[in-house]
Nanobody
């Protein structure tokens, strides 16, 4: 059974940093791409960053230069380091993977950036 469990969200002031973690289980983690999405209040869920099984990364324009996705295949974990946070980064952040045509999401972790 595929499970994705996020952690690390919280409230932070503008300019601050957070590191999100996603613990994965139930599938051969090192063989699959992993992604972070976010959903801001009243908006659609959007891709933030993706890392392929080979380590190739893609970032949304809003994340470039501020966020870094990484993975630890030994720990079956993917991370999102978020620096220089701004209020527009507020939302629920989700870990995501797709296996054999099926899509899997974590439960999400709330990130709030506010002064």
């Amino acid at each position: 059974q595929v499970q994705l469990v996020e952690s690390g969200g919280g409230s932070v002031q503008p300019g601050g940093s957070l590191r999100l973690s996603c613990a994965a289980s139930g599938f051969p983690f090192s063989s699959y791409a992993m992604s972070w999405y976010r959903q801001a209040p009243g908006k659609e869920r959007e891709l933030v960053a993706r890392m392929s099984n080979l380590g190739v990364t893609i970032y949304a324009d809003a994340a470039k230069g501020r966020f870094t996705i990484s993975r630890d295949n030994a720990q079956n974990a993917v991370y999102l380091q978020m620096n220089s946070l701004i209020p527009d980064d507020t939302g629920v952040y989700y870990c995501y993977t797709s296996l054999l045509g099926s899509r899997y999401w974590g439960q999400g972790t709330q990130v709030t950036v506010s002064s």
